[in-house]
């Protein structure tokens, strides 16, 4: 029976650059994260909200890239594990992308939130009790450390928000990201300015975010960036 990765050593893991490690030091900064957000209020609710957005995005996104295709070759029930998880995440997009239309104080926000909360541990459960012990039975330490090289190449140059239109699989999330890494990224600069800047430059930068956000729209409907996807993971 695999074990968790939670009840194993960063050793057992492969090492500080394996694949798992890096999987496990992000599911840990997202349980500090959710905690923080539950006791914020006002601009310092929205600040760790868009710090939450930049840590599950990137993530997902070099998963559906990079970890569950290996998944998908290297598994006798890679294609099933994967499917449900792609479901979790399109969910979790979708729910985020309603979030995002709500003032971060009102109740209805609140609610909302603990729902993600709960949909983002369980994902959290799915990959490290069940998927990615199995995918750690298939491959050797040294190729985690290399996947783990190429999942974090992903990860860093991934959107930042959610994209529920966009495949969850390649190509169309591989066609996705050179685009809306850039939008994205560039309406998380504008809009932490925003809150802090005087009230005539806050507007600007909120119009420009707002502006920039109309192209996303507008890209992720593209019909290419919707290829490959399963049709299951439509909610």
Aim: contains cysteine; aromatic residues 2%; negative net charge.
């Amino acid at each position: 029976m695999p074990r968790p990765l939670a009840d194993q050593s960063e050793t057992e893991l492969g090492g500080p650059h394996s694949v798992l490690t890096l999987q496990r030091r992000d599911h840990r900064e997202l349980d500090v994260l959710l905690q923080r957000i539950d006791k914020c209020s006002g601009n310092r609710r929205q600040d760790e909200l868009t710090s939450l957005c930049r840590l599950v995005f990137p993530h997902a996104f070099a998963e559906e890239a990079v970890l569950w295709p290996l998944a998908r070759r290297t598994l006798r029930d890679g294609e099933k594990l994967t499917l449900e998880i792609e479901q979790e995440h399109q969910e979790i997009n979708e729910l985020f992308t309603k979030l995002d239309t709500l003032d971060p104080d009102t109740s209805e926000h609140h609610q909302l939130f603990a729902e993600i909360t709960e949909l983002l541990r369980q994902d959290v459960r799915d990959e490290e009790d069940v998927l990615l012990p199995k995918l750690q039975e298939a491959l050797d330490p040294r190729a985690l450390r290399r996947v783990g090289r190429m999942w974090q190449v992903v990860r860093y140059t991934a959107p930042t928000r959610p994209h529920p239109t966009v495949a969850r699989r390649l190509p169309g999330n591989a066609l996705a990201a050179l685009p809306l890494t850039g939008l994205d990224r560039s309406r998380d600069r504008l809009d932490h300015v925003s809150r802090r800047a005087p009230s005539p430059l806050a507007a600007g930068c909120r119009r420009t975010s707002q502006a920039l956000a109309t192209v996303a729209g507008a890209i992720e409907h593209l019909p290419p960036l919707r290829s490959g996807e399963d049709p299951s993971t439509r909610t």
